[in-house]
């Protein structure tokens, strides 16, 4: 059976930093692209960024870039959202995603965390 639990998510202000993290377990993780969305209460979910199965490429969304930086342990079959300078905008439910091919569409990802919220004050 095929889990993905995020963790790390909680209650900051602006300016703060938080550390998302996904444990995977019952799928060959080095052979997967991970991904991580988020949805904001009322809006459609959204890409944030991706990380190829080698961890040598990453993809960001632009509202992101510059601030959040993704990374994969392979051993420990894990993925990481470093979220730097955090704005109030940011503000939603982070999920974690497997997906055999690097894409920022929801659509392609096989696999779903349940999500951990992430709420920036202002």
């Known amino acids: 059976q095929v889990q993905l639990v995020e963790s790390g998510g909680g209650l900051v202000q602006a300016g703060g930093s938080l550390r998302l993290s996904c444990a995977t377990s019952?799928?060959?993780?080095?052979?997967?692209?991970m991904g991580w969305f988020r949805q904001a209460p009322a809006k459609e979910r959204e890409f944030v960024a991706a990380?190829?199965?080698?961890?040598?490429?990453?993809y960001y969304a632009n509202s992101v870039k510059g601030r959040f930086a993704i990374s994969r342990d392979n051993a420990k079959n894990t993925v990481y959202l470093q979220m730097n300078s955090l704005k109030p905008e940011d503000t939603a439910v982070y999920y974690c995603?497997?997906?055999?091919?690097?894409?920022?569409?929801?659509?392609?990802?096989?696999?779903w965390g349940q999500g951990t919220q992430v709420t920036v004050s202002s």
């Open positions: 995603a497997a997906n055999l091919g690097m894409s920022s569409s929801s659509s392609a990802y096989d696999y």
């Open positions: 019952g799928l060959p993780f080095r052979s997967y692209v």
């Open positions: 990380i190829s199965t080698s961890g040598g490429s990453t």
